[in-house]
């Protein structure tokens, strides 16, 4: 406890709210602190009435304290008088505050805001009632908020943003407002040690705007607006509202400025919104600034939207530089940003779900503008985990779960973004897409991407084509904007069966564009494991092709007819590539492969012939010869490195097959059921 008669040496800082511009300034007063403490024990009845004058600012008990706001108004300053004020409006309510009486400036220098800065009435801005706090005191019932979830307190959220400092909700309160709360540069609200809840007041006198295409800056679309300023943020406080008839656009929103440093939001959750064509926490415009956004969170919103006006949008967390140029950006961070339940409704879900992001990321062509690093998004039931147009961001620890459109999409000219998927399950067109642009002429090009474990476990909407990865023009067409360059990496697949069809698709044309993907397992895919241009991705797969075949039973040739060698017992097979009924591998896997087959002839003459030949679908692509000799048999193999390319998989491109010509002037040629002798293999090397 510190000491009122000054015996003591603690030095601890108050605010002292500055005239004018009500921004905080500092002052060092051990008497004030101490003052404060004892003044409160002589309200609560705990301490003795105060008598002793230890200092100018202490003149007697009498005035030492004012049963809230409105008396302050009727007492005249008095120069170096310091006040409690007991509470706000009404006892109880949170709003008590130490205040000093300031006298002698000019007229209007003074200017009441409800909360710290009281003038008497009739006052004229000369004089007025200051107060003096310590930075982690201040909350905005000191402006006459109560927090009961029914009263409207706009003007306390104003007056308390405006003074440009932090200022603390109280846990477990809820607060309303009805119109939008602008900060200036320092305004941070928060809720430390616990929830505070802000609903949005909808309908009429609320936030009820209709028309979804006019500027989404308009004051009554956005909840909090902080605007070209600095050193911002917000924590611990979950948004809601009314759910009268809601059109907040932007519940918080950043933008303007070239340089807004300081952006710090923590601890917000957003649930029961249908926020049309906006985000829910936006970083819009922030140019070559920084910000650091962690644990954002939106539950159970769109689901109401069902009409609109415009393109809808739903974004937990959208980050738009917005620079010019190939400006280099001091890239910011993220973490642990979700988003469940947010996808749109009916219609608008089918036109429109790859607009419902968990975290859109944008900053459309040029090298240098760099993204954030971010680690853990997750979503489910969502249009889109991820939309990112940017360069150089790292976002790692990526979740999906029922996304239905993209987990993840890559467009308009992303480029040497590193990017990782943790896990998926089950997704609508695509698990990961890279796509061109229809309006932008930049290539989406040299990304990194990993997906851990994917399984598509239900097909999310109605798409035709549910690839884990696919690459498109997206409208463009035009080979200045096509995916080229990238590297997709895919550690372990699955599909039942029923709910995978391609694992890589692209649906461009061929143009050279020098994709890689690398799989290292794929199980239970539908139509075929990739349909793509062989110019365009380069597919490898690690556990691909091997396959094992040998001799049903001994097969008898027709002398001078070429035939099929009957190779219709699997000894291993993979990936179920072996065709028994027609003795060929059918290959699945595009990428090179060995083949080598060899048979035993017997029951031949001296000087017979035996070809044996490898097709790939009709075309011969290696042959062996061998004569019989005194023995009466032959052993014969041949083999082939070939390609098998990846539009030619799962189809009679990828068809490998053995067929044997005997030519016998009087013996009776026999292939032998030997398989140490009389095998067919084909695997990936």
């Known amino acids: ?236 406080i979950r948004f809601t509202t009314d759910a009268a008839a809601e059109r907040v656009i932007y519940p918080v929103r950043v933008r303007g400025g070239t340089a807004t440093k300081g952006c710090d939001f923590k601890n917000l959750f957003f649930t029961g919104f249908a926020v049309c064509n906006g985000a829910f926490l936006s970083l819009n415009s922030i140019g070559l600034g920084s910000y650091r956004v962690e644990n954002i969170e939106a539950r159970s919103c769109g689901t109401a939207l069902t009409t609109w006006t415009g393109t809808p949008q739903l974004t937990v967390f959208e980050i738009d530089n917005d620079m010019v140029a190939s400006a280099p950006s001091e890239p910011g961070e993220f973490y642990n940003i979700r988003g469940t339940d947010i996808a749109l409704a009916g219609a608008a879900l089918a036109a429109y779900g790859q607009q419902t992001d968990v975290v859109n990321i944008a900053g459309v062509s040029g090298t240098d503008r760099k993204g954030p690093v971010g680690y853990g998004i997750y979503g489910d039931n969502v249009g889109e985990v991820l939309d990112i147009f940017c360069s150089h961001a790292v976002i790692k620890g990526i979740r999906i779960r029922n996304a239905y459109t993209y987990g993840v999409k890559l467009i308009h000219g992303a480029q040497y973004n590193d990017i990782e998927v943790e896990s998926a399950d089950s997704w609508g067109q695509a698990c990961v897409t890279i796509s061109g642009s229809n309006s932008v002429a930049v290539h989406s090009q040299y990304n990194n991407i990993r997906i851990g474990v994917a399984r598509q476990r239900t097909t999310v909407g109605s798409w035709s084509t549910v690839p884990v990865v696919m690459f498109q023009d997206n409208g463009g067409g035009a080979a200045t904007s096509l995916p080229k360059n990238n590297t997709v990496v895919i550690d372990n697949v699955y599909g039942d069966g029923v709910n995978l069809d391609y694992v890589v698709r692209d649906g461009g044309a061929d143009n050279a564009n020098n994709n890689y993907v690398k799989i290292n397992k794929a199980t239970g895919w539908v139509t075929a494991f990739c349909d793509c241009p062989p110019a365009n991705e380069k597919i490898m797969y690690a556990n691909g092709t091997e396959v094992h075949l040998t001799l049903g039973s001994a097969q008898s040739f027709t002398t001078g007819v070429e035939g099929v060698v009957d190779f219709s017992v699997v000894v291993k097979d993979l990936n179920s590539e072996a065709v028994t009924a027609s003795d060929k591998v059918r290959c699945k896997f595009p990428g090179r492969k060995q083949v080598y087959s060899q048979v035993r002839v017997v029951g031949l003459n001296v000087g017979d012939l035996v070809e044996l030949r490898l097709y790939k679908d009709t075309t011969s692509v290696a042959h062996k010869y061998a004569v019989s000799t005194s023995t009466g048999e032959v052993v014969i193999s041949a083999t082939k490195v070939l390609y098998v390319a990846e539009n030619e998989v799962s189809a009679a491109g990828g068809d490998i097959q053995a067929k044997l010509t005997v030519t016998s002037a009087a013996g009776t040629p026999t292939l032998t059921q030997n398989s140490a002798l009389s095998f067919f293999q084909v695997t990936d090397i």
């Open 1 to 236: 406890m510190h000491r009122i008669d000054g015996t003591d040496n603690y030095n601890n800082t108050f605010v002292d709210t500055h005239p004018v511009t009500g921004g905080a300034t500092e002052v060092t007063n051990d008497i004030m602190n101490a003052f404060q403490e004892e003044i409160a024990k002589v309200i609560e009845g705990s301490g003795a009435a105060l008598t002793k004058t230890d200092n100018t600012q202490l003149v007697t008990a009498t005035g030492t304290h004012v049963n809230g706001i409105a008396v302050m108004r009727t007492l005249a300053v008095v120069s170096g008088r310091s006040i409690w004020r007991k509470y706000h409006t009404t006892p109880g309510d949170g709003g008590h505050l130490m205040f000093r009486g300031k006298t002698g400036a000019a007229p209007g220098t003074y200017v009441d805001n409800g909360g710290t800065i009281v003038i008497p009435a009739a006052g004229d801005g000369s004089a007025a009632w200051v107060a003096v706090y310590h930075p982690t005191e201040l909350t905005v019932h000191a402006f006459g908020a109560v927090g009961n979830g029914t009263t409207l307190e706009d003007a306390a959220f104003s007056n308390a943003a405006a003074l440009g400092t932090i200022v603390h909700l109280v846990p477990g309160k809820t607060y309303y407002l009805s119109t939008g709360v602008v900060g200036v540069t320092g305004t941070r609200f928060k809720s430390q040690s616990g929830w505070s809840t802000i609903t949005f007041k909808t309908g009429t006198g609320g936030f009820n705007s209709t028309d979804l295409t006019a500027d989404k800056d308009a004051a009554a679309r956005c909840g909090f607006l902080f605007l070209s300023v600095d050193d911002i943020g917000m924590e611990g």
